[in-house]
């Protein structure tokens, strides 16, 4: 019993790992490529996740949703680098703070006013409605199930696209040398938009798959983003595959705290006390792992090479 | 130049409008107005805090909250005891908890520097990008434990009945109160001019130009940014104090990386690394939410575009706008 539990926690832990994947790769991509911090990347994710609610409300097609989820987040992505982030690039990274905090207050409020301030319900299609069985032992979410192989699937698909393609080349080669590569004769703003609307995409979907689990509501970015910038910092900024490994550490981390912190303690302290102090340990583990990841290797565990 | 005023001339507008509008408020019987002035004499406190840091250090912190919460919490945990009658710690020796604020300041900005001693030597380590993270990081530790930690109220927050008292004084009308953060404000003020025209302060905005250069003269860089960062978080700390004994309520929102934001948005709403700045852009900030909150729920919106607008075509902040004075930042 309790190893089909720990399977469970493995396999939510993986779950939100791939979330979070998802919305990092955007974010080190961008920080890598364009040297920019993106705070407003989880109001992309919240954008995914309204249009997906929006649209599979009013054509009763999850599927539909999902696309729009991708589409709209793109099209918000390319509209705000090529009218705020452009401007951005050769400022210092208070600006980028600030300028891109300005953007949350902007979008957030946009979204309140558009959509009003009670949370939206996206329901997932009925196939992936109840469990499945796997390896004969363990009931599983068929829609967490979903989420894990999607996700894996669109980070292979990221690494393929990055490592094997022309445009992915070009997209490497303006992430080490920008003038360079620019005197190569590449439109290089045209592939910054480019990185940037994928990143949103990213997002975009990350939020519409998640946001199935959960509720779609106005500040559902935030905390996301603040766990896609701790795995950022432990992967190495601007590495993608820094970004997968620190992604499935923090979503293990996270769950598995969370599971069996409280339990260990209880071995060693008086229960009560021993699930106060595990449950409030658990929730800043993944902080105390950034820290001491920084401590030994201040570069991240992936460093990027630029 | 022109018809520009002076940034000096400017700065002590900007003070007597603070003194004067309240006790105008509070002769004609307009408490809500006073209250406001409160409230903007505290978020400057907390930016001119950040300011040491930020402006003058040139230290991205984005978990001055931690600072902030702090204040407020060691506030509300002595005043709780207090009013409890409940010692804080009782073994050989009883410490009860008191609701003095001559001794709640002294005591929240210790814990505070201890705190940002802590958090300043690690942080410090790295630079840029993961300076800004770990700060934030490190403010994100704070929140979630206040929220997941019971004792105190946890998500919920924990009310302070009464406000903390002053000898002499009767913190419970409003001018009294404002009175007493205005007063503090204006020391810091005086303090933070004149730490900044010294041998430390020169060394700090020297460091913020060019680090190597500093090292190589023989000043410790380390020491000397620990040592501002300490001062800025128990200035933000002492505003954190004020700002729960104004509200008589302290939350976890204390710690949250929006307050954090919030405070750097003051800094540089008013001018990035100018000693007014922060009081320009806490009047900015608290003008925008009490006149564009009366028209619209969605003022943050507009809040956001006059952020945008401000960091994108206006690097002085309100005051560089005002007074067309130069500052190299």
């Given at each position: 019993m309790a190893t089909i539990l720990f399977l469970e926690q493995c396999l939510n832990g993986l779950q939100l790992g791939i979330m979070l994947f998802l919305m990092a790769a955007g974010l080190t991509l961008i920080f890598g490529v364009m040297g920019l911090i993106n705070l407003a990347h989880g109001s992309l994710y919240m954008i995914g996740a309204f249009a997906c609610a929006a649209v599979a409300s009013w054509?009763?097609?999850?599927?539909?949703?999902?696309v729009a989820s991708v589409v709209c987040a793109a099209v918000a992505g390319a509209l705000i680098e090529v009218g705020v982030m452009r401007r951005l690039y050769q400022r210092d990274h208070l600006d980028q703070v600030l300028a891109t905090f300005a953007l949350i207050l902007i979008s957030s409020e946009a979204m309140r006013w558009l959509f009003g301030s009670y949370p939206l319900y996206l329901d997932v299609p009925e196939v992936f409605y109840g469990a499945t069985n796997l390896f004969g032992v363990l009931q599983y979410s068929r829609y967490r199930l979903f989420i894990i192989v999607v996700g894996l699937l669109t980070a292979i698909g990221i690494y393929l696209l990055i490592n094997k393609t022309r445009i992915g080349m070009r997209i490497r080669a303006g992430a080490s040398d920008r003038q360079m590569t620019a005197a190569l004769g590449i439109n290089i703003s045209l592939i910054f938009t480019l990185v940037f609307a994928l990143g949103a995409a990213l997002a975009g979907f990350a939020g519409a798959l998640v946001g199935s689990i959960q509720s779609v509501d106005i500040g559902m970015g935030e905390p996301v983003l603040i766990l896609a910038f701790v795995v950022v910092v432990i992967g190495g900024i601007g590495s993608i595959r820094g970004a997968l490994v620190g992604a499935i550490i923090v979503g293990m981390v996270d769950t598995l705290g969370r599971g069996y912190l409280p339990q260990l303690l209880q071995l060693v302290l008086d229960p009560v006390f021993a699930n106060t102090l595990g449950a409030a340990l658990a929730s800043i583990a993944i902080y105390v792992l950034m820290i001491i990841v920084l401590i030994f290797k201040p570069q991240g565990l992936f460093p990027a090479h630029g | 130049m022109g018809n520009y005023m002076s940034e000096k001339y400017l700065n002590r507008i900007m003070i007597a409008l603070l003194i004067v509008l309240p006790w105008l408020a509070h002769w004609l019987d307009e408490p809500y107005y006073v209250s406001l002035a409160t409230r903007v004499a505290i978020l400057a406190l907390a930016g001119v805090g950040l300011n040491l840091a930020l402006g003058l250090g040139g230290m991205i912190s984005f978990g001055h909250a931690a600072f902030f919460g702090i204040g407020g919490y060691v506030t509300g945990?002595?005043?709780?005891?207090?009013?409890n009658y409940e010692p804080i710690f009782s073994g050989f020796i009883s410490i009860p908890g008191t609701t003095q604020m001559l001794i709640i300041w002294p005591l929240a900005m210790l814990i505070a520097a201890i705190v940002a001693v802590f958090i300043g030597l690690l942080s410090l380590r790295t630079s840029g990008v993961y300076f800004i993270m770990i700060t934030l990081a490190f403010a994100q530790m704070i929140y979630y434990f206040s929220i997941s930690w019971p004792a105190y109220g946890g998500e919920d927050g924990l009310p302070i009945y009464m406000r903390n008292g002053f000898p002499g004084l009767n913190t419970l009308q409003p001018i009294q109160f404002f009175m007493i953060c205005c007063t503090l404000l204006l020391i810091v003020l005086w303090g933070v001019s004149r730490l900044q025209n010294s041998r430390f302060g020169n060394a700090l905005q020297a460091l913020r130009q060019n680090e190597t250069r500093v090292a190589s003269i023989g000043i410790n860089p380390l020491g000397i940014k620990l040592t501002a960062f300490v001062i800025s978080a128990t200035i933000t700390?002492?505003?954190?104090?004020?700002?729960?004994?104004?509200?008589r309520f302290v939350s976890p929102t204390m710690f949250s990386w929006h307050t954090s934001g919030q405070i750097m948005i003051?800094?540089?709403?008013?001018?990035?690394?100018?000693?007014?700045g922060p009081l320009a852009g806490a009047s900015l900030f608290i003008l925008c939410e009490a006149v564009l909150g009366g028209w619209t729920e969605y003022w943050q919106f507009f809040l956001g575009?006059?952020?945008?607008?401000?960091?994108?075509?206006?690097?002085?902040?309100?005051?560089g706008l005002l007074t067309r004075e130069q500052k190299n930042v």
């Amino acid at each position: 019993m309790a190893t089909i539990l720990f399977l469970e926690q493995c396999l939510n832990g993986l779950q939100l790992g791939i979330m979070l994947f998802l919305m990092a790769a955007g974010l080190t991509l961008i920080f890598g490529v364009m040297g920019l911090i993106n705070l407003a990347h989880g109001s992309l994710y919240m954008i995914g996740a309204f249009a997906c609610a929006a649209v599979a409300s009013w054509t009763g097609s999850f599927i539909l949703g999902l696309v729009a989820s991708v589409v709209c987040a793109a099209v918000a992505g390319a509209l705000i680098e090529v009218g705020v982030m452009r401007r951005l690039y050769q400022r210092d990274h208070l600006d980028q703070v600030l300028a891109t905090f300005a953007l949350i207050l902007i979008s957030s409020e946009a979204m309140r006013w558009l959509f009003g301030s009670y949370p939206l319900y996206l329901d997932v299609p009925e196939v992936f409605y109840g469990a499945t069985n796997l390896f004969g032992v363990l009931q599983y979410s068929r829609y967490r199930l979903f989420i894990i192989v999607v996700g894996l699937l669109t980070a292979i698909g990221i690494y393929l696209l990055i490592n094997k393609t022309r445009i992915g080349m070009r997209i490497r080669a303006g992430a080490s040398d920008r003038q360079m590569t620019a005197a190569l004769g590449i439109n290089i703003s045209l592939i910054f938009t480019l990185v940037f609307a994928l990143g949103a995409a990213l997002a975009g979907f990350a939020g519409a798959l998640v946001g199935s689990i959960q509720s779609v509501d106005i500040g559902m970015g935030e905390p996301v983003l603040i766990l896609a910038f701790v795995v950022v910092v432990i992967g190495g900024i601007g590495s993608i595959r820094g970004a997968l490994v620190g992604a499935i550490i923090v979503g293990m981390v996270d769950t598995l705290g969370r599971g069996y912190l409280p339990q260990l303690l209880q071995l060693v302290l008086d229960p009560v006390f021993a699930n106060t102090l595990g449950a409030a340990l658990a929730s800043i583990a993944i902080y105390v792992l950034m820290i001491i990841v920084l401590i030994f290797k201040p570069q991240g565990l992936f460093p990027a090479h630029g | 130049m022109g018809n520009y005023m002076s940034e000096k001339y400017l700065n002590r507008i900007m003070i007597a409008l603070l003194i004067v509008l309240p006790w105008l408020a509070h002769w004609l019987d307009e408490p809500y107005y006073v209250s406001l002035a409160t409230r903007v004499a505290i978020l400057a406190l907390a930016g001119v805090g950040l300011n040491l840091a930020l402006g003058l250090g040139g230290m991205i912190s984005f978990g001055h909250a931690a600072f902030f919460g702090i204040g407020g919490y060691v506030t509300g945990i002595l005043a709780s005891h207090a009013l409890n009658y409940e010692p804080i710690f009782s073994g050989f020796i009883s410490i009860p908890g008191t609701t003095q604020m001559l001794i709640i300041w002294p005591l929240a900005m210790l814990i505070a520097a201890i705190v940002a001693v802590f958090i300043g030597l690690l942080s410090l380590r790295t630079s840029g990008v993961y300076f800004i993270m770990i700060t934030l990081a490190f403010a994100q530790m704070i929140y979630y434990f206040s929220i997941s930690w019971p004792a105190y109220g946890g998500e919920d927050g924990l009310p302070i009945y009464m406000r903390n008292g002053f000898p002499g004084l009767n913190t419970l009308q409003p001018i009294q109160f404002f009175m007493i953060c205005c007063t503090l404000l204006l020391i810091v003020l005086w303090g933070v001019s004149r730490l900044q025209n010294s041998r430390f302060g020169n060394a700090l905005q020297a460091l913020r130009q060019n680090e190597t250069r500093v090292a190589s003269i023989g000043i410790n860089p380390l020491g000397i940014k620990l040592t501002a960062f300490v001062i800025s978080a128990t200035i933000t700390a002492l505003a954190g104090s004020l700002f729960a004994d104004l509200n008589r309520f302290v939350s976890p929102t204390m710690f949250s990386w929006h307050t954090s934001g919030q405070i750097m948005i003051f800094v540089i709403l008013g001018g990035l690394g100018r000693l007014y700045g922060p009081l320009a852009g806490a009047s900015l900030f608290i003008l925008c939410e009490a006149v564009l909150g009366g028209w619209t729920e969605y003022w943050q919106f507009f809040l956001g575009l006059l952020l945008l607008g401000v960091v994108l075509f206006a690097r002085g902040g309100l005051i560089g706008l005002l007074t067309r004075e130069q500052k190299n930042v």
